[in-house]
């Protein structure tokens, strides 16, 4: 089959590798129909040194189930199915927290041995835990916001969920990319009053706006931090997503935050330790956020997208083939497009 493999920062090939296929009992075989590159593959495109074994890439998906393992009991061949980021057996002490990225039988897609998702097919380990199926056809028009329950509208719900969004408050949404947009999204939904989207796009803080952003700041550092104050009263607002995972990102979430507010980080934190630990001690600011445990979010988010009340799937602005994903990660790269849409 075909599949995605990264060589090192700025090299993606499309390249035959051997068939995915189930080896456990508990596995699926999903045939990918929907896949889609992500913000967090940017960071190995930008970074990764090269001259090591090739990675392979993608760790969202729609597929159909082509075959099941002999224990698998709730999928069935021909199941249209969405895969969470991570994979889990649902029935852990952790899984029954909700908190499945911790999953003590779980792991993540495109990563160690696991094969990604930018490919025609995936093994799914653990698959009655990990799999949702779908009640609609591979060519239903929601589909680019059900793909979304993979990760990017999951994870902007765990950075509103970790930032302790509640009706009325304020928030402030640090990162325009297709996580920050969602978290715009997830953060209407929970109540929040005011949103302002941190970012310096203008196509991107229009679809913000249109998924509820009530304000827009495009300024970066110390001047973000003064003018999200001035918006918000002249105290900060009550929560921050930080969306990004830098040093500054998480720099400035701090400096807007209001006393006795909450920081929920999803970007992947490209720093050692966490900064601006003594403003945040003394104005009682909890930092919280993670990997987001997106498989036990699809439950309540998976009624809102069919039932039409939110659209996260206008984050994708542009659909291509597997031969074309390299141009995907450039374009991804270069600001070009905010989240690619893959049709193996
Ligand atoms: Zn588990």
Redesign the pocket.
């Known amino acids: 089959m075909r599949a995605t493999v990264m060589y090192g920062a700025g090299d993606v090939r499309i390249e035959k590798v051997p068939d995915a296929r189930v080896t456990e009992p508990t596995d699926a075989l999903v045939v990918i129909t929907h896949a889609c590159i992500c913000g967090s593959d940017l960071w190995g495109y930008k970074l990764m040194p090269p001259g090591g074994p090739g990675r392979a890439m993608g760790h969202e998906a729609i597929g159909i189930v082509e075959a099941v393992g002999a224990s698998v009991r709730t999928l069935r061949t021909g199941d249209l199915v969405v895969m969470p980021f991570a994979y ?9 927290e909700g908190l ?1 990225t ?5 792991g993540f897609f495109g990563a160690g041995q696991m094969g990604g998702a930018q490919a025609e097919a995936v093994r799914v380990p ?1 698959a009655d ?1 990990t799999l949702v199926a779908l009640p609609v056809s591979r060519d239903d028009a929601l589909m680019p916001s059900l793909l979304t329950l993979s990760d990017v509208m999951g994870t902007g719900h765990h950075a509103a969920v970790s930032a302790r969004v509640g009706r009325g408050h304020n928030v402030a949404v640090v990162g325009d990319g297709a996580v920050g947009l969602c978290g715009v999204i997830a953060a209407r939904r929970l109540g929040a009053e005011q949103i302002v989207i941190l970012g310096r796009h203008a196509d991107r803080l229009e679809i913000a706006k249109a998924f509820g952003a009530t304000d827009a700041v495009s300024t970066r550092g110390e001047e973000a931090v003064t003018r999200v104050r001035e918006l918000t009263g002249g105290f900060g607002v009550h929560s921050v997503l930080e969306c990004v995972g830098t040093d500054d990102a998480m720099q400035m979430a701090i400096g807007m935050t209001r006393p006795g507010g909450a920081v929920g980080r999803v970007g992947v934190p490209h720093y050692e330790a966490i900064p601006a630990s003594q403003p945040a001690f003394y104005r009682n600011i909890t930092v919280s956020g993670g990997p987001a445990p997106v498989r036990s979010y699809i439950t309540a988010l998976l009624p809102d997208i069919l039932e039409g009340r939110i659209e996260p799937g206008r984050v994708f602005d542009r659909t291509m083939k597997l031969d074309e994903v390299p141009a995907g990660y450039r374009a991804m790269n270069e600001r070009k497009s905010i989240k690619v849409m893959v049709r193996p």
């Open positions: 889990s057996d649902g029935t852990c002490p952790f899984c029954q499945n911790s999953c003590v039988n779980g653990q835990g």
